[in-house]
């Protein structure tokens, strides 16, 4: 059927075509009708009903598409053709069904849309809204949580082939009144080592573990109280550590042991994993970075947990630190 008595020859396909260019169609109806080796370019659509409408071999170019209703509507073999003949030399951007880059979505309405064995390379999203969205079954909204959290604490996350992953991130609890009954001693982090006070208290500690009837716990607690100075440097400044079982406050301590209390109060708690020679990155994270991320002050004391997970020499390791906040 012809739509007009004037012609055209398409030389890229070598076929003669109806001439309809510059005309105007207004108030058409083409339902059922089939529309082949149509040159459409620099077409107007508006207000066109395509429901059920089948498009195949199509190319778009420098396409631009507005207010469209999509539902139900499916996308499949969206690619650039290897073939030779599909390309327009003269037209830029023709060497595929879409236009060569970038495709753009602007203020569109994607939500409950399903991308299926797509290839998303170098696809990038901006300022879009991601609640509820997926990928692999994994809401976007906890990887970007997480890149988020990785960007704060870039120290925190290993590689993924290491089999820990140096501390989990940071959480603020809130740890009732504690008591502890153990070893005492002052001095500072170049001593504790050098001298091995920590050790010697330890040793001193689990031989007296049976006359400490009343521990809340078989787990040795390490608690660390620092003078509040400024520039406090614990590799120089003396401090005061305490190794010992946490029991109820009315607790009468053993001979050559001590009792310290310690009131309610919120921590910061990470748990440290690996070697304990590096927990110094631990204590670096939550005294420095998270406090001055989250606005937050150092109570001037804190406490480790040694409990089954602590095999200090062992990659294994675990060790839950708690640093008291100020209020």
């Excluded at 370019?41 to 209703?69: A, C, G, M, P």
């Excluded at 042991?257 to 590096?278: D, M, N, Q």
Aim: proline content about 6%; aromatic content about 8%; overall charge negative.
């Amino acid at each position: 059927m012809a739509l007009t008595e004037k012609k055209m020859f398409d030389h890229k396909g070598g076929f003669e075509l109806d001439d309809l260019r510059g005309e105007k169609l207004h108030m058409v109806c083409l339902k059922g009708a089939e529309l082949h080796g149509v040159d459409a370019r620099d077409t107007s659509l508006e207000h066109v009903n395509f429901v059920h409408s089948k498009w195949n071999h199509i190319y778009f170019s420098n396409v631009h598409v507005n207010e469209v209703q999509m539902g139900g509507t499916l996308f499949e073999n969206i690619r650039r053709p290897d073939a030779e003949v599909s390309r327009f030399e003269e037209e830029a951007g023709t060497d595929g069904w879409i236009n060569v880059e970038p495709v753009r979505f602007l203020t569109s309405d994607l939500s409950k849309a399903v991308f299926e064995s797509c290839n998303l390379k170098g696809v990038e999203l901006i300022d879009c809204q991601v609640e509820g969205m997926r990928i692999n079954g994994i809401p976007v909204e906890e990887l970007l949580r997480s890149y988020s959290e990785k960007q704060k604490y870039p120290h925190v996350i290993e590689q993924a082939d290491t089999e820990t992953a140096g501390q989990d991130l940071p959480t603020v609890v809130k740890i009732p009144p504690i008591s502890i009954v153990g070893v005492t001693y002052d001095a500072n982090l170049t001593e504790i080592e050098q001298q091995q006070l920590g050790a010697a208290a330890l040793e001193k500690v689990r031989a007296y573990k049976e006359r400490i009837p009343t521990r809340l716990s078989d787990d040795v607690h390490l608690i660390q109280v620092y003078p509040m100075k400024p520039n406090f440097n614990p590799h120089v400044d003396v401090f005061t550590q305490i190794i010992g079982y946490l029991v109820p406050e009315a607790t009468t301590p053993p001979e050559e042991l001590v009792l310290r209390s310690f009131p309610e109060r919120e921590y910061v708690k990470a748990t440290h994993k690996g070697l304990e020679s590096e927990l110094g990155r631990t204590y670096d994270l939550l005294y420095g970075q998270w406090m001055q991320d989250n606005g937050r002050q150092p109570a001037g004391y804190d406490f480790e947990v040694w409990g089954e997970r602590y095999k200090p020499d062992q990659q294994d390791n675990e060790i839950d630190v708690h640093v008291a906040l100020a209020p």
